[in-house]
């Protein structure tokens, strides 16, 4: 079974910097690409970051420059740095990957940036 598992949401201030992570198992993590969406209140779903099996990665261009996309292959992990964190960054992060034709979501963490 496929699982996506977060951590590291949370309530940050305008200009900080939060790190967040997700925990893969049931797949061959090092071959796969991996993704970050997030969903803001009353916004669709966004794809906000991805890092291929081979470590190219792309991100929205609302987050260029100010998020990075990393992986450990040898911990099954993927890793979403944030920095310079604006209030319009915040909403529930997910972790994605799609396996066997299937799209698997870890439960979303919540990321708020507020004074």
């Known amino acids: 079974q496929v699982q996506l598992v977060e951590s590291g949401g949370g309530l940050v201030q305008p200009g900080g910097s939060q790190r967040l992570s997700c925990a893969a198992s049931?797949?061959?993590?090092?071959?796969?690409?991996m993704n970050w969406f997030r969903q803001a209140p009353g916004k669709q779903r966004e794809m906000v970051a991805t890092?291929?099996?081979?470590?190219?990665?792309n991100y929205a261009d609302s987050v260029k420059g100010r998020f990075i996309i990393s992986r450990d292959n040898a911990k099954n992990t993927v890793y979403l740095q944030m920095k310079s964190l604006k209030p319009e960054d915040t909403a529930v992060y997910y972790c994605h990957v799609n396996f066997g034709k299937t799209n698997y979501w870890g439960q979303g963490t919540q990321v708020t940036v507020s004074s």
């Open positions: 890092i291929t099996s081979t470590e190219n990665t």
């Open positions: 049931g797949i061959i993590f090092r071959i796969y690409t």
